[in-house]
């Protein structure tokens, strides 16, 4: 699997012509998808490193986020989108929304800003059945318009390379990851993981974002490895403390079918 | 039993012969559907009549899957059995959606097979087998569906299953088992059937963990194709995954297409310290003579090379609805070779269904034809028979911004 991932990483940064940027959200999943880059490109990796923050984080991600920049040397562009923030945009306002201008607008700010033509995400396809219908590589329009009824043929190992003016390509190494694949590499790797994750008081984040929208599971998994037999036995979905993955069954499409990640 | 491998296979079949429902089952059964997912679908708007729960709503997530009750695009789920772990490849069955099913069989090693037992053989049912044995793809189990409709009677299996048999037997395919299903009340699937007692054969999760997984191309002679170049503290690293047999350190290797020769001076791979590695491992190397190579050249050993060629016999299959006029400029890509091409002869022009032959030396091929072509290349490019090494006996045909074409070389 990692092969495959660091082939596809490869891949990418050669078609795109070196115009390329990860977003890392912090989590365990764009965490591991740093580790393979910088595994791809032998510890230098040649293109910047996005952070889309909404404010709303954990104090926790924005720590590890500082001192693994230094220790990564890292070419870091963290990017708000200042104008809904200062005007005061909250969850309670509307999930969607607040989403959508938080996360979704400042992604697309940032890439008309800085001009990038492809963007790594370290999204799986066990994750959401939305996102299990994804391609490896995935165009998508100026306005970040997902055309998920018309998808380009994807066959073996060759991707859609070429593209329309003013459209992105977004690149998934991990789409054929699972939750548990991520965890088996995070122990067989070393990988640092933000501390979340594990439990404190009887409780842990299985998948962390802003602070107001994800809820804490409880588990006694403190180790990597009680994190690992716990995911081998549970029937509680990842993304079970995701607000925005629930509320209406076609929510996550349609936040989809605007551009979020 | 053990094993503890990993199998990727694909489903397909006519729309409406229940491919969906047969994945909802296997996940259901497998336990690997976690329950507030379960518990989504049970709530959901849309119940079935007869109050089971729709088990398609487990793969079909679009909203216009759901309303229009088909698949739309491929799907990847998974889920494990005591001996290994399954990637299920959902393909849609809808003629107009054949592209998506096209990419879902690409990337499997087996396929399952559905076929409605109140239908038989439908025109996608015939389509879906001759592209997987276009694919390649050889190893196949056919499940006959909707036993519960007909009462659970042996002869409707039998007439089915001899119909379907009779075709293969057609098209030169083979399949391992032929079961009888219902995958909506989950005989034959997880566990065995007791309304079937005439079965004495296994159910689809005995027949998934009988088939054997493919063999590595490890022992092959070396093939590494080059995906780019690295300028790393001074050093030029050629990157790219090992195809078959072994890069050590020392080696005398050949680089092809030009023929010059040069040696592995280092093997990179970031914190490790390696002597050897084998094909599937994404590596960079050193050579002695790094100048002369670039994205698309391919190491191999002297005296084991692949094909180097600018003619190419080759099978293809057309998807896009804009055809093809022999002499038209297209571009190849092959691993990561990229040139210009041309489709210089067309000697059949073939029904992806019903396998007849449209035209005989054609001039043109159209969307969702399948072509036994010749292609001529602009510079020689490396390949390999697809049965030999899958990744340099493949292809896809790239017209502007878009693939139009898969094909293999035969």
Sequence with gaps: ???????????????????????????????????????????????????????????????????????????????????????????????????????????????????????????????????????????????????????????????????????????????????????????????????????????????????????????????IDKIIEELKTTMISERSGRAQDKESDYIMQKLRALGYM | MEDRGFLKFVIVGHIDHGKSTLIGRLLVDTDSIPYDKIKEIEESREKRMDGEIEFAFLVDHFREER?????????????????????????PGHVEYVKNMISGASQAEMALLIVDVTEGICEQTKRHANLLSMLGIAQVIVAINKM??????????????????????????????????????????????????????????????????????????????????????????????????RVEAGMEVKILPEGRKSSIKRIEKFQEDRERVVAGESIGVIIEDPNFIQRGSVMCVEGKEPIVTNRIKANLIWLSKQGFIIDESIRMRLSTQEVNANITCIKKRIDSSSLEVIEEDATRIGNLEIGEVEIRTEEPIVVTKFNDIQELGRFVLVRGNDVVAGGIIP
């Design chain 1, 1 to 223: 699997m990692e092969n495959q991932s660091i082939f596809i990483i490869r891949e990418a940064y050669y078609q795109f012509h070196h115009n390329v940027v990860a977003l890392w959200s912090i989590g365990k999943d764009s965490t591991t998808l740093l580790w393979l880059i910088r595994k791809a490109f032998f510890g230098k990796i040649p293109f910047p490193i996005l952070h889309i923050d909404t404010g709303y984080k954990f104090n926790e991600i924005y720590k590890f986020r500082d001192t693994y920049k230094k220790i990564w040397s890292l070419d870091l562009i963290v990017h708000r989108n200042e104008e809904a923030i200062v005007s005061g945009m909250t969850p309670e306002k509307g999930r969607l929304e607040c989403c959508t201008q938080l996360k979704t607008r400042a992604l697309k700010d940032a890439l008309n800003k800085y001009g990038f033509q492809a963007l790594y995400l370290g999204i799986r396809r066990d994750e959401h059945g939305i996102r299990a219908k994804e391609r490896v590589f995935s165009p998508r329009d100026k306005d970040f318009v997902w055309d998920y009824t018309n998808q380009p043929p994807e066959l073996w190992d060759q991707y859609k390379s070429k593209l329309n003016t003013e459209e992105h390509i977004r690149v998934h190494p991990l789409l054929g990851w699972t939750e548990l694949d991520i965890w088996r590499y995070i122990k067989r790797e070393n990988i640092p993981i933000v501390d979340l994750y594990f439990a404190r008081n009887e409780k842990r984040y299985r998948s962390i974002g802003c602070k107001p929208c994800v809820e804490p599971v409880s588990s006694d998994a403190d180790t």
């Design chain 2, 67 to 91: 309303e229009r009750k088909i698949t739309i695009d491929t799907v990847h789920t998974f889920f494990e059995t005591p001996k290994r772990g399954y990637v299920i490849i959902d393909a």
């Design chain 2, 148 to 245: 519960d409709i007909v009462y659970y009677k042996e002869e409707k299996f039998k007439r089915v299953s001899n119909e379907v048999r009779g075709f293969f037997t057609q098209i030169g395919m083979n399949a391992d088992y032929y079961i009888p299903i219902s995958a909506l009340k989950g005989d034959n699937v997880a566990t065995r059937s007791r309304k079937m007692d005439w079965y004495d054969g296994p159910n689809i999760l005995q027949s998934l963990d009988s088939i054997k997984l493919g063999s590595t191309a490890e022992d092959k002679s070396l093939l590494f194709p080059i995906q780019d170049v690295y300028e790393i503290d001074g050093n030029r690293i050629a990157v790219g995954r090992v195809e078959a047999g």
